[in-house]
Structures are given as structure tokens and as C-alpha cells.
């Protein structure tokens, strides 16, 4: 079992930037994917971008090149920094740990962040 928590959403003008945090309370290098996944108003929850435990990345194409993810192993906690955010970015980010035991995976997932881009 994990918990993650996640900061530092916030009010940000189109164009600027934020670093996104989910802190787990274990250690993150078995966990098999780690993710990003944000939730717009009547709108379903998507997958913004996520790591696996070997460090493989993958993004949403509507975040390619402006978002990055990462985590640090140490600190037991995965990074979303967002560039040149657009007024679409608008949603609660939420972090996601996919948990895999044997042939059974669990997925554990945070209270959210509000992001809101806005002039």
C-alpha cells in the first residue's frame, strides 16, 4: 500500500510555468508506473504523463514538449513540471502510483491540485 500527496498547483498566467509534486509514503523505486492524470470541469479524468520503475516516460500529446516528469528516489517523490502552461491546462492534477503484486495491480491516488491558468 502508498499514499501520495500532491502540492504546488496554483493561479498562473498562459505562459508561465508550475512544478507539480506527489510526495509517497514509501519508497517509489518498485512501483511499477507513476502518473499524472488531471480532471477538467465536466470532463473525464485523462492521463497527463507518466514513469516507470525503469524510468520510461510518456505524455499526452497535448503536453509533449511543454511538460516534463520525473521522479527522485530518494526523496520518494514524482515531479510534473508544467512550461508555457495554456488556459486548457485548467484542471485538479492528480498523482497516481500503480502498484503491481504478482498478477494483481493496485492503483493508489492523491486528494488533487488545483491548476488554474488565467490571465
Known amino acids: 500500500q502508498v499514499q501520495v500527496v500532491e502540492s504546488g498547483g496554483g493561479l498562473v498566467q498562459p505562459g508561465g510555468s508550475l512544478r507539480l509534486s506527489c510526495a509517497a509514503s514509501?519508497?517509489?523505486?518498485?512501483?511499477?508506473?507513476m502518473g499524472w492524470y488531471r480532471q477538467a470541469p465536466g470532463k473525464q479524468r485523462e492521463v497527463v504523463a507518466s514513469?516507470?520503475?525503469?524510468?520510461?516516460?510518456v505524455y499526452a500529446d497535448s503536453v509533449k514538449g511543454r511538460f516534463a516528469i520525473s521522479r527522485d528516489i530518494t526523496k520518494n517523490t514524482v515531479y510534473l513540471q508544467m512550461d508555457s502552461l495554456k488556459p486548457e491546462d485548467t484542471a485538479v492534477y492528480y498523482c497516481?502510483?500503480?502498484?503491481?503484486?504478482?498478477?494483481?495491480?493496485?492503483?493508489?491516488w492523491g486528494q488533487g491540485t488545483q491548476v488554474t491558468v488565467s490571465s
Open positions: 514509501r519508497s517509489i523505486s518498485n512501483i511499477l508506473v
Open positions: 514513469i516507470t520503475s525503469g524510468d520510461t516516460t
Open positions: 497516481n502510483a500503480h502498484v503491481q503484486v504478482g498478477v494483481s495491480g493496485y492503483d493508489y
